[in-house]
T-cell receptor, first 113, second 112 residues
Framework: GESVGLHLPTLSVQEGDNSIINCAYS??????FIWYKQESGKGPQFIID?????DKRQGQRVTVLLNKTVKHLSLQIAATQPGDSAVYFC????????????FGTGTRLTIIP | DTGVSQNPRHKITKRGQNVTFRCDPI?????LYWYRQTLGQGPEFLTY????????KSRLLSDRFSAERPKGSFSTLEIQRTEQGDSAMYLC??????????FGPGTRLTVL
């Protein structure tokens, strides 16, 4: 079936550097994408979302890039901080009615002090 | 705290027992979702409600699983005759119509 996957399971970044987390999706009908952050023992926390009619969206220290041609999504985190250490998931839905999110496996980001 | 709440946070049970989890969504949210997450994996969709109506169920939701949202507010997820394979984190999320899904802290189930 359709799936959302991630290129790298783990990523270590020096504090203060920028990090990029990548995600590939296979459903060409996907039209809404979300990045979530999950800290140990907690539920996923919304970070940023993007619709398929956009290719870039910026938030506070985060930017999401969408390349529909190659079905690729990335999350850029600027000036990383220790609190950014977590597992990051991309999720997608093929219906902006947003009934069912399909999540990837996740990337564990570790910020090195 | 006005976020999504879930109870209990942890549940340990013996195989064959029934368990029930509760989710209280954000108050103005009319949609409520249940997901299951196993270690090292992303959440998997189980079911969702709009108000009190259960509109979609995943094939992951076997006949041992039942979810209700009787008054369109809180929801319960019951698992009957638990199996070791049911051990997972059960996550609840809520949204206002097709808005962003906000997740609760989850209930971690361990079946011995």
């Amino acid at each position: 079936g359709e799936s959302v996957g991630l290129h790298l399971p783990t990523l270590s970044v020096q504090e203060g550097d920028n990090s990029i987390i990548n995600c590939a999706y296979s459903n060409s009908a996907s039209d809404y994408f979300i990045w979530y952050k999950q800290e140990s023992g907690k539920g996923p926390q919304f970070i940023i979302d993007i619709r398929s009619n956009m290719d870039k969206r910026q938030g506070q220290r985060v930017t999401v890039l969408l390349n529909k041609t190659v079905k690729h999504l990335s999350l850029q985190i600027a000036a990383t901080q220790p609190g950014d250490s977590a597992v990051y998931f991309c999720a997608e839905t093929a219906n902006f009615g947003n009934e069912k999110l399909t999540f990837g496996t996740g990337t564990r980001l570790t910020i090195i002090p | 705290d006005t976020g999504v709440s879930q109870n209990p946070r942890h549940k340990i049970t013996k195989r064959g027992q029934n368990v029930t989890f509760r989710c209280d969504p954000i108050s103005e949210h009319n949609r409520l979702y249940w997901y299951r997450q196993t270690l090292g994996q992303g959440p998997e969709f189980l079911t969702y409600f709009q108000n009190e109506a259960q509109l979609e169920k995943s094939r992951l939701l076997s006949d041992r699983f039942s979810a209700e949202r009787p008054k369109g507010s809180f929801s319960t997820l019951e698992i009957q005759r638990t199996e070791q394979g049911d051990s997972a984190m059960y996550l609840c999320a809520s949204s206002f119509l097709s808005g962003i899904q906000f997740f609760g802290p989850g209930t971690r189930l361990t079946v011995l």
